[in-house]
């Protein structure tokens, strides 16, 4: 496949299309009708090495000595190369992710935000400057850490390069980018308009594979940084323990189980959009995504019916059908969330939505479906499934919605509805949450919102201006002048 340009079965090193060191490659499937799309390089160690040094390079050559301003120009014409290629990379993405079309759409445009954001921000990260004993001038730089790498899922790959290479590249760091085997063409893509955008080659590489072979040598790789994850949180335990051996920071978003607290006076007409799409979007596969409804108990059985209503309407069929929901991102993914759907073979399912008749028998349906009346400690209500799922529980007051909102092992995100000025702010303070939004929930979007989780769910945040920080090094410089 070569759509603008990109050689899909090849990694993109120090500015080039280069076939893998082993000679070897994978299956890329469309989850739409379980075929192959194309085949994609399964890059390993000999790989991330090449990958790691022409970063290295670029830090020693152009893009080191490139000024702020100028990584900021770079940035803002990547920006616009994505955006006079959106409908190209939006067809790419669907096909790779099983996303709905306008949804796949909407990731272009966070993509080409994202590089206009840290555009703009890259020539306004500055140090300081401290007061000191008599005779001195101390002032602090903000450096980049070298060379960073980057492994993402599969989820949101646009979005999840936005705020993470966007950042790192805004600080003057050079990136070694590894896509999930499930889907890399718009990472491939992305690479390619940035080179195009006139990014000094090696200041981002790509090298598709396999996350046990190119994902673990880039994380081992004695010659990165700083590694910025978002994954399972089972690869998050092996990306921090291979990140202490060679004693480098991460940043890991690892998903999450994100409630929304429905109070008995909220507005609901203006909540139930938020309440049902904020767990469907992309499926469920959304590590923001908000699978947990928590009800005060005398809105309760309206709040579930006003939710199954929508449920029955929701229809799952192909990406470029562009229904409410497509396909999951591979069977694999559809097999973990129909376990899940058995685990939940003894609650009330309040509502499903339908997989269209004629959906390819290849691909990776599951009908999004509602449980009500589960109660917190079920494994439903505590486990990220990442599918179209969600339950709804009951709760009696403020303490004990509190109870249940901040009873998993997660907290990335967390919403609270309520006309209640005051209990917005204690709700706010409350919920064990890395965003609390009110009356409203992002599902992960803000380019400008700083963005990550406490326990299970990471830490370090990325997005917005917080992220520079996370992407640079600070240096103290104490001059004693007499
Ligand atoms: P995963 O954590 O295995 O994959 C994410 C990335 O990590 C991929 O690029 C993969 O190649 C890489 N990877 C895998 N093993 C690695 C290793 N040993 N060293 C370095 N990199 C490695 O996630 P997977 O298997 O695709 O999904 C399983 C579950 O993880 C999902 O059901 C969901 O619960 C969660 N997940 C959460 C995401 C989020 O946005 N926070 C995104 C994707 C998955
Ligand atoms: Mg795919």
């Known amino acids: 496949m070569k759509p603008l340009g990109i050689s899909s079965d090849r990694c993109l090193i120090g500015g080039s299309w280069v076939a893998p060191q082993s000679g070897k490659v994978l299956d890329l499937i469309n989850p739409s009708d379980g075929t192959v799309l194309c085949e994609i390089a399964r890059g390993a160690e000999a790989d991330i090495d090449a990958a ?247 809105r309760y059985a309206e709040v579930v019916e006003a939710m199954a209503n929508r449920y029955a309407k929701l229809r799952a069929g192909p990406a470029l059908a562009d229904l409410d929901v497509g396909p999951l991102v591979s069977n694999r993914q559809k097999d973990i969330v129909e376990g899940f759907l058995q685990k939940g073979a003894d609650l009330e399912i309040a509502a499903q939505g339908q997989v269209i008749g004629d959906a390819p028998t290849g691909g990776a349906y599951v009908a999004p479906t509602l449980f009500a009346g589960v109660t917190p400690d079920h494994v439903l209500a505590q486990d990220e499934i990442f599918g179209p799922v969600q339950v709804v529980i009951p709760f009696a007051d403020e303490d004990d919605a509190v109870a249940i909102a901040n009873g998993t092992d997660f907290g990335l995100v967390a919403s609270c509805w309520t006309q209640d000025g005051a209990r917005q702010l204690r709700m706010a303070k409350r919920l064990r949450a890395g965003q609390v939004f009110l009356n409203n929930y992002g599902a992960g979007g803000g380019v400008e919102l700083p963005f990550g989780g406490t326990g299970l769910s990471g830490h370090g945040r990325e997005k917005g201006f917080e992220a520079l920080y996370g992407f640079t090094t600070l240096k103290t410089v104490a001059a004693f002048h007499g």
């Not at 080191?64 to 990379?89: F, P, Q, S, Y």
């Not at 796949?104 to 840290?118: T, W």
């Open 52 to 298: 790691v040094a022409a970063a290295e390079d670029a830090l020693q050559g152009s893009w080191g000595k490139a000024t702020a301003a100028e990584r900021g120009r770079v940035l803002a014409h990547i920006g616009a190369l994505v955006l006079e290629n959106k409908d190209t990379l939006a067809e790419l993405e669907a096909q790779d992710v099983g996303k709905p079309l306008k949804q796949a759409s909407a990731d272009v445009l966070a993509l080409a935000r994202y590089m206009e954001f840290y555009a703009g921000a890259a020539d306004k990260l500055h140090g300081q400057t401290i007061p000191y004993l008599d005779g001195y001038t101390v002032y602090t730089l903000r450096e980049p850490h070298g060379v960073t790498g980057h492994i993402i899922p599969w989820n949101y790959p646009m979005q999840i390069i936005g705020r993470s290479v966007g950042a790192a590249l805004a600080t003057g760091n050079a990136c070694v980018l590894k896509p999930a085997e499930e889907a890399c063409l718009t990472a491939l893509a992305f690479a390619e308009l940035a080179n195009r955008a006139g990014l000094p080659p090696g200041a981002m590489n790509v090298v598709p594979g396999l996350g046990a072979e190119a994902g673990a040598a880039l994380t081992a790789h004695p010659g990165v940084h700083h590694v910025s994850f978002t994954g399972s949180v089972g690869v998050g335990k092996l990306i921090q323990r291979a990140a202490a051996d060679n004693i480098v920071p991460v940043t890991l978003e690892l998903g999450g189980k994100s409630p929304q607290v429905v109070f008995e006076d909220a507005d609901l007409e203006a909540a139930l959009p938020f309440l049902v799409n904020a767990g469907i979007q992309n499926a469920g596969q959304t590590c923001s995504a908000s699978s947990r409804i928590l009800v005060q108990q005398n």
